[in-house]
């Protein structure tokens, strides 16, 4: 049993059998309709292709001849940047090295930006476009290439939409600081076929295949680095040869937490000249952003008179554990807070003011009232004594007015707030609520993003963060974020317009790795003419939806940070009395009272799921954060208003994730309902399964005895990402989802469907249909059309099922599939919890499941 300070705990889930995965079923797709038109014009196709590639080549002639007598820095020779548009469905973009092309990045609807491998005349293209045209064999593939892109095409797909906006007036003089993503993988993006054993083959032929294939995987890898080392030199050189700045450079090098496997981001201060010369002309370059600006956090309104506190807040243990909040400091002097502060390991980094640790924000501070939001989720004590949960760590990275200073570029933040408060304090719940302003790209994730992603790969920890905030009038001109009197001033009424591209989670929400939280309204307010937005439980006015990037659930979850309220105008005026505030700890270094309800946003629904995370960390020492992750997720519901008939499932899915978490259910459960979860780690690979299994007792599942079942699932796991890739298949190092029995299933049968070499019994009962899951696990399988439970790395599904149609043992699978990395013995991490729970609150089951659980051993059915 897991220990648990509730009185029904949750226990451990067991592995019965692992083995290797058996293969999904294939399918011939078919063929695009325009690479069928290319492959019956191969003259006028390949006539096309041609042209391109010859107007490709004079073009960049013409502008090295000209950059020489301009004085611009001189460019590699070896590589031109070309821009292709391929068949997404067909081609497999890694093949374009065949064609003489490094792949630098993939974009969306099958736009690549690429660049000449060591053949700047692209010749072994040229050759591909001469065989197709002549109906040679090789030659086929072209059809695929549907088109070449001129390259003053670049700027749209290499630039961020608010630097797009500005493109055509970036005058030389004008001096910019942009964030820029570098590609450096060449053209061997994985490894070669790891070797199988032939038929009659020795040991010893094997073992020095398998030998030679190691030491090819390591030169790999060195060759990586090579690479990386150099083009950090050749876009240093470029940034030097226009008087530019390298902001944050260590011994000439980019920090370890700005480099991905296959890429490197940095923050630089350049000329508009030097800005456009990068774009059109570095061809590794993928990414050019504007920095981030944060959402602006909505100004306090005017203070309501609280009574006398008599409360005292006593340190916690020793070991509790520790919540960083990355904010804008925080009063660590309040009576509120100061027993729980970890005085210590407090830290600045806003440039000029490394000393200086407090919350001087506006009136009654941020990161004060979050730190607060994380020791009391609910409402703060106004008398007696109580124990803080966990210690928590004043991380400084906003200024006075809320805003990231520009010399900090995020990825080497968070890389050196992780490297100082994981390894000398052991910490690994991060809250952070720092959000940018506008909605996030989907076009490929963001280095602020990708960075929580490897952080949390190559470490035990949890970033837990906000979906962001729409303002609630003046949005920027230009702005692709609309604030929500426009909105309601374009008659896109509440909650429709929440549905908007231009509501979507902020940067760096859509971070697979990450937990995000999204906002509900406390409650109902209303006094005429004044009427909040929302109504109780359902999505705040201003909280960012989802879906996030390559259709991942985001928000996951959602707590309460308030709403906001409307007068009878047209349009109306927004305001947030205190009525639909959450209560807060308030900084009062500029005066004012202690505590207040006077503030709102997604800022402080974070620290609310951050406090269920320390408490499950102070009753779950010893396991990881990817189990922490599930078991929050699990423990979330979504509310009463969503069961209606009318509601719309998919909208409720985007807005709120999976809802509501549960303190309660995430520690333990109840006579009616029962968690099994995974302990310790859990590692697995690429075409691997490992099978759990639930035993049930026949009394749960008899016909006379039958009643509903409330069924849950949740797999949280991580693995290592690469930014110039699109969608978890690609961007994740490897892969993973889940399986379950269907109704009335026999386990046997389940072994035989999911591992490759397993024979069922013939008398196996095969089942009668998969059960009626809310996502189910691919589009369209699921009650909700549209959206699959796979997307991320963080996988619930539930249904409700009849107790007689689950046999004597259910059956969970997961699965392991392979990502950008094919090395066999790359392994992930994972957690899995499944939960039962009798709809009916009267009908134990509890017991009766802990009892029918037996110590299985392990049945290895094939070693991997």
């Known amino acids: 049993m897991v220990e648990s300070s509730q009185g029904f705990p949750h226990i451990q889930l067991r592995l019965t059998t692992e083995g290797r995965a058996a293969s999904p079923p294939g399918g011939g797709a078919k063929k695009n309709s325009i690479t069928l038109v290319n492959l019956g014009n191969r003259q006028g196709h390949g006539g096309k292709l041609k042209g391109s590639v010859d107007s490709l080549i004079f073009d960049w002639q013409d502008t090295q001849e000209k950059r020489e007598q301009e004085g611009k820095p001189p460019l590699t020779e070896k590589s031109k940047p070309i821009i292709l548009k391929i068949d997404p469905i067909a081609f497999d973009v890694e093949d374009l090295r065949k064609y003489g092309i490094e792949v630098i990045a993939e974009l969306e609807d099958g736009y690549i930006i690429g660049a000449s491998a060591n053949d700047p005349e692209f010749s072994k293209l040229q050759k591909k476009i001469e065989q197709f045209i002549k109906a040679e064999r090789g030659g086929n593939k072209i059809a695929e290439i549907w088109e070449i892109l001129n390259g003053t095409r670049r700027p749209e797909y290499i630039l961020s939409p608010e630097l797009l906006n500005e493109w055509e007036e970036i005058s030389d003089d004008k001096i910019f600081i942009v964030d820029v993503g570098i590609s450096c993988i060449g053209t061997k993006s994985q490894f070669s076929d790891y070797p199988e054993p032939k038929s009659n083959e020795t040991d010893e032929r094997y073992t020095r295949r398998l030998r030679e294939w190691i030491n090819k995987r390591d030169s790999t890898y060195q060759q990586w680095d090579d690479i990386k080392s150099e083009r950090e030199d050749d876009f240093t050189d470029f940034v030097q040869g226009y008087q530019g700045e390298i902001f944050n450079i260590i011994d000439g090098h980019i920090p370890n937490s700005a480099q991905l496997p296959d890429s490197f981001s940095c923050r630089i201060k350049i000329s508009g000249k030097g800005l456009k010369d990068l774009v059109l002309n570095f061809p590794y370059i993928f990414d050019v952003s504007l920095p981030d600006d944060l959402a602006e956090f909505v100004e306090p309104e005017a203070l309501s008179d609280v009574d006398n506190i008599d409360f005292q807040l006593e340190p916690p243990e020793s070991n509790a554990p520790n919540v960083c909040v990355i904010d804008s400091g925080i009063q660590e002097s309040h009576f509120l807070l100061k027993a729980a502060i970890d005085s210590q390991s407090s830290r600045s980094w806003i440039p000029g003011e490394t000393h200086i640790t407090s919350d001087y924000y506006g009136n009654g501070g941020h990161g004060t009232r979050v730190a607060g939001a994380v020791l009391y989720p609910r409402t703060i004590p106004r008398n007696g004594k109580e124990k803080s949960i966990c210690w928590i760590q004043n991380a400084r990275v906003l200024d006075a007015n809320c805003q990231l200073p520009k010399q900090l570029f995020p990825p080497n933040l968070l890389g050196e707030v992780v490297k100082i408060y994981h390894e000398q304090t052991k910490t690994r719940i991060f809250n952070h609520c720092i959000a940018g302003s506008v909605p996030c790209r989907t076009q490929y994730m963001s280095a602020w993003a990708a960075t929580i ?8 920890i949890l970033f837990i963060v906000a979906a962001g905030n729409l303002p609630s009038e003046g949005g920027k001109t230009g702005s692709t974020r609309l604030s929500v009197k426009e909105h309601l001033a374009a008659n896109r009424p509440y ?16 971070s697979f790795q990450a937990l995000t939280v999204g906002s509900i309204a406390l409650n109902y307010y209303h006094q005429f003419p004044y009427s909040s937005i929302s109504q109780k439980d359902q999505p705040s006015a201003f909280s960012c939806s989802g879906l996030g990037i390559w259709k991942t659930i985001k928000p996951e979850v959602v707590e309460y940070g308030g709403d906001f309220v409307i007068d009878e105008g047209t349009p109306p005026n927004i305001t947030y009395p205190q009525n639909v505030c959450p209560e807060l700890v308030r900084s009062t270094l500029n005066g004012g009272p202690a505590i207040a309800a006077d503030n709102v946003g997604t800022s402080f629904s974070v620290p609310k799921v951050s406090h269920i995370a320390a408490r499950l960390a102070a009753n779950l020492p010893n396991d990881n954060c990817l189990l922490y992750r599930a078991l929050i997720v699990q423990s979330a519901r979504w509310p009463e208003w969503t069961v209606a008939d009318d509601v719309n499932k998919l909208h409720v899915l985007r807005k709120i994730g999976y809802g509501l978490p549960n303190v309660d259910r995430a520690l333990g459960n109840a006579p009616n309902r029962i968690t099994l979860m995974t302990t310790g780690e859990r590692r697995i690979v690429a075409k691997q399964a490992h099978i759990y299994q639930v035993k049930l007792p026949e009394k749960l599942r008899s016909q006379g005895e039958a009643f509903k079942i409330l069924l849950e699932v949740t797999l949280s796991y991580k693995a290592q990402p690469r930014r110039t890739r699109r969608n978890r298949r690609k961007y994740l190092s490897t892969w993973l989802d889940w399986e379950c029995s269907k109704k009335g ?20 009962e095969k089942g009668e249909g998969l059960f009626k899951w809310m996502l189910g696990k691919q589009n369209n399988h699921g009650i909700i059309k549209g959206v699959s439970r796979s997307a991320g790395t963080l996988q619930k599904d539930w249904t409700v099922v009849n107790s007689f149609e689950l046999t004597e043992a259910f059956s969970i699978a997961v699965v392991g599939h392979e990502g950008w990395n094919n090395d066999p013995e790359a392994s992930v991490p994972y957690s899995l919890v499944v939960s039962f729970e009798a709809i009916q609150a009267d009908i134990p089951i509890y017991t009766s499941i802990v009892e029918a659980q037996v110590e299985t051993e392990v049945q290895t059915e094939i070693q991997i």
């Open 495 to 510: 909650p429709d317009y929440l549905l908007e591209d231009s509501c979507r989670i902020a940067n760096p929400a859509q």
């Open 745 to 764: 299933e026999d386990p046997e049968l389940f072994k035989a469907r999911v591992l490759k070499e397993f024979d069922a019994p013939e008398d196996a």
């Open 453 to 460: 992603d490897n952080l949390t790969w190559a470490e035990d």
